[in-house]
């Protein structure tokens, strides 16, 4: 059990239609982070979000991604008129305070293919 | 910019073989080192971290990691491997001006031949 609970653990969306990444961190994590993996390429900083704030998107495309983690439920990554490009894992870690000792715990991921 | 670079993206051993990962960041600054494993299908687990004092850090798993300063390096070792050790492995830096978001390398692949 990873802590980190993402969903759908894969999801397939035709180009055009839109995706939504579900992630529940950890219990007393208030910190959330999405991360994008392209095939044979590393994890990718994308947003850090607390509850109701996004701290630091200089990771998210411009267009069609936005990220949400509202007062109650888990943090929403969000992609519009998705993409073959879009297609990658993408993970959300969380952690209980933004320090730097505090090494992140990850979700198992979300797969998204775009047909 | 700050970046992890890992020099090896693909590695063969046999089992009993002796492993070292490469891993080099770029940042002058203070900095948290890790190194995270994925195994197939998995998500991340953190195998060791170095924050500061002795620069030889052990993991999990018979793992350890030398930072050395003044080479900005942090190589991942194990005196030898197993078959379960076969996974992708990811060398990340938090920085004190990264805005607490962890950096990661592009990965190195492990097979490991039974």
């Known amino acids: 059990n990873a802590g980190v609970m993402q969903n759908p653990r894969h999801l397939v969306r035709r180009r055009g239609q839109e995706a939504r990444l579900r992630c529940s961190p950890m219990?007393?994590?208030?910190?959330v982070y999405w991360y994008r993996q392209l095939p044979e390429e590393g994890l990718k900083f994308m947003v850090y979000?607390?509850?109701?704030?996004?701290?630091?998107e200089s990771g998210m495309p411009k267009e069609r991604f936005s990220a949400e983690f509202p007062k109650e439920g888990p943090s929403i990554l969000r992609i519009q008129q998705v993409v073959r490009g879009d297609s990658a894992a993408y993970f959300c870690?969380?952690?209980?305070?933004?320090?730097?000792?505090?090494?992140?715990?990850f979700g198992d991921g979300t797969r998204l293919s775009i047909l | 910019a700050q970046s992890v670079s890992q020099h090896n993206h693909h590695v063969i051993l046999s089992e009993a073989a002796s492993l070292e990962l490469g891993c080099n960041y770029s940042?002058?600054?203070?900095?948290?080192l890790f190194w995270y494993v994925q195994y197939p299908g998995q998500h991340l687990q953190l195998l060791l971290k170095?924050?500061?004092?002795?620069?030889l850090v052990k993991g999990i798993k018979g793992f350890e990691a030398e930072f050395i300063k003044s080479k900005f390096s942090f190589n991942l070792r194990k005196p030898s491997v197993q078959w379960s050790d076969t996974a992708e492995y990811f060398c990340?830096?938090?920085?004190?001006?990264?805005?607490?978001?962890?950096?990661f390398g592009a990965g190195t692949r492990l097979f490991v031949k039974a």
């Open positions: 870690a969380s952690s209980p305070s933004p320090q730097r000792n505090q090494p992140q715990h």
């Open positions: 219990k007393g994590h208030s910190h």
């Open positions: 979000l607390q509850k109701e704030n996004i701290i630091d």
């Open positions: 940042y002058g600054g203070t900095v948290n």
């Open positions: 170095y924050f500061s004092g002795d620069p």
């Open positions: 990340a830096v938090i920085t004190n001006t990264g805005g607490f978001k962890t950096i």
